[in-house]
């Protein structure tokens, strides 16, 4: 009796401790949500998948707008390197030596 009496006096003299000693259990089962199966439980699991959801789409929408980005720029450095290579056509059509007439061909 007196070791019992002590022990409920020592929590009341430091309820502190008994707090301390509860969240660094080491048992998984003591105080755990998913345990539980009330309605407290699946309302905070209805929570945590809502908060979840919300961010994976979220990253879907910044996936997306990237990819999108993406698609626009790689159109646009094919369009510019079509550009470029017409122009170098342009060029090489423009510098090649021109052949010789074939009058020339005729008097040597």
């Not at 008994?18 to 699991?45: M, P, V, W, Y």
């Not at 994976?56 to 707008?65: G, W």
């Amino acid at each position: 009796m007196l070791r019992t009496s002590s022990f409920i006096l020592s929590n009341f003299r430091y309820p502190l401790s008994s707090t301390i000693i509860r969240l660094a259990s080491t048992d998984a089962t003591a105080g755990s949500i998913n345990a539980a199966h009330d309605k407290f439980s699946e309302r905070e699991q209805a929570l945590e998948n809502q908060y979840f959801r919300k961010q994976s789409e979220e990253l879907i929408k910044n996936l997306k707008t990237k990819h999108d980005e993406l698609d626009r720029k790689t159109q646009d450095l094919t369009r510019e390197q079509q550009e470029l290579r017409d122009e170098i056509e342009k060029l090489e059509a423009w510098w090649k030596p021109k052949s010789p007439s074939t009058s020339t061909k005729n008097k040597t």
